[in-house]
């Protein structure tokens, strides 16, 4: 069972218009003199509320038994973006974020008994990427693992608001592993992907594909989107009016419950 973390002051009671607002403020003021006089407002409508959010789904995954890690001193993401390599030398970023790593059974794969079965043929970025959704986001979880690792992750924005999880950007022997398994053993892993409750409210796993199958894979595969998966992911997008609800925590956790699954398959690979 997942331990809860120690509460916090402040319970959560939802993401505000206010919230959202402050997001457009600093997206038309992204620069350190703005943010700082306007940091307080910072804290009080995104920073607490998204802790507060950590400790609540915390005590949700604990007594639904969950195993996804939610802790609001490691979950969040910070709100400065690392500027060293970016044409963009915009110093915060316009969104919020968390990530809750799984912790439950399953230890990986062994990447000396595991080859890819193919070469992409292009350079891998860490980060979340989405098709038909937001812009590339967080590269690395402060959480002990990474989002390259079977998890959970929560992103509010302006432009989109999304709970999800999976692999994004895995390293090479995961996916290759996910792939092998695809090929080997092609039942478990429809049996995860279209278990009625993760197709309920996810549709589908998604992500960024390959033009082409990989290298020895027939076109005609039944199975070869699949394969072209370069992200195992899946998400949901959240209203405005559901992110305002001091329910959002217990959606949360039903969402993440309908994804166990996936995020059981993966974690066993």
């Not at 937001?134 to 402060?142: I, K, M, N, S, V």
């Not at 305002?244 to 059981?264: C, M, W």
Request: net charge positive; hydrophobic share 40%.
């Amino acid at each position: 069972m997942v331990r809860s973390v120690a509460t916090s002051s402040a319970s959560f009671t939802g993401f505000g218009h206010e919230a959202l607002q402050f997001l457009v403020d600093l997206a038309g003021n992204n620069e350190r003199p703005w943010f700082q006089a306007h940091k307080q407002d910072y804290e009080r409508l995104l920073k607490q509320p998204l802790e507060a959010l950590c400790v609540a789904l915390a005590d949700r995954f604990s007594a639904r038994n969950i195993p996804l890690s939610a802790d609001p001193a490691r979950s969040p993401f910070r709100i400065y973006r690392d500027v060293r390599f970016a044409k963009d030398k915009s110093p915060y970023k316009t969104h919020i974020a968390a990530s809750f790593p799984w912790v439950g059974e399953g230890t990986g794969v062994d990447e000396a008994a595991t080859t890819p079965p193919a070469s992409e043929g292009t350079a891998r970025t860490g980060g979340l990427a989405r098709i038909e959704g937001p812009a590339r986001t967080e590269g690395t979880a402060r959480t002990g693992g990474s989002l390259r690792d079977a998890g959970g992750y929560f992103h509010l924005s302006v432009e989109s608001t999304f709970v999800g999880g999976g692999m994004w950007h895995p390293e090479p022997a995961r996916l290759a592993a996910f792939r092998t398994a695809v090929l080997t053993r092609p039942q478990r892993v429809l049996e995860a992907i279209e278990e009625p409750g993760f197709v309920r409210v996810f549709g589908s796993v998604r992500g960024d594909q390959l033009k082409r199958p990989p290298q020895g894979v027939p076109k005609d595969h039944p199975q070869v989107e699949l394969l072209k998966l370069k992200d195992v992911g899946f998400w949901r997008e959240l209203t405005e009016e559901q992110i305002a609800s001091p329910r959002l925590p217990d959606l949360l956790a039903d969402t993440y419950a309908a994804a166990l699954p996936v995020f059981r398959l993966l974690a066993r690979l």
